[in-house]
């Protein structure tokens, strides 16, 4: 898992809670629906400028996969499923 080491104990827990669902059930599809992410690409992420993107998510991979979710993840695009270290967040 990447940037571990800067995860607050409940950010590792919550992590590895995502980890073993996504093995047991399979990985979260993009869409908004249950077993969905709510993923939305970078042209449609407000945050941005916040430092909330994938590629500061510790699911994030850097070929534009999320150990995670299904499907291409734009490094700038967001989901409901990130954990991001706050050294990574500009709020």
Same mark, same amino acid.
């Given at each position: 898992? @990447?940037?571990?080491l %800067?995860?607050?104990?409940?950010e590792?827990e919550? @992590?590895? @809670?995502? &980890?073993?669902?996504? @093995?047991?059930? /399979? ?14 690409? /970078?042209s ?7 430092g909330?993107?994938?590629? %500061? ?13 299904q499907?291409?993840i734009? &490094?700038?695009? $967001?989901?409901?499923l990130?954990?991001i270290?706050?050294?990574? $967040?500009?709020?």
């Amino acid at each position: 898992m @990447a940037n571990q080491l %800067n995860l607050a104990s409940r950010e590792m827990e919550q @992590a590895q @809670a995502y &980890y073993d669902i996504a @093995a047991h059930f /399979g990985s979260w599809n993009q869409g908004p629906m249950a077993n969905g992410a709510h993923y939305f690409d /970078g042209s449609d992420n407000p945050f941005v400028e916040d430092g909330m993107i994938c590629g %500061n998510c510790v699911f994030y991979q850097p070929s534009g996969r999320c150990q995670i979710v299904q499907g291409f993840i734009d &490094y700038e695009g $967001l989901c409901k499923l990130w954990i991001i270290p706050d050294s990574e $967040l500009e709020v």
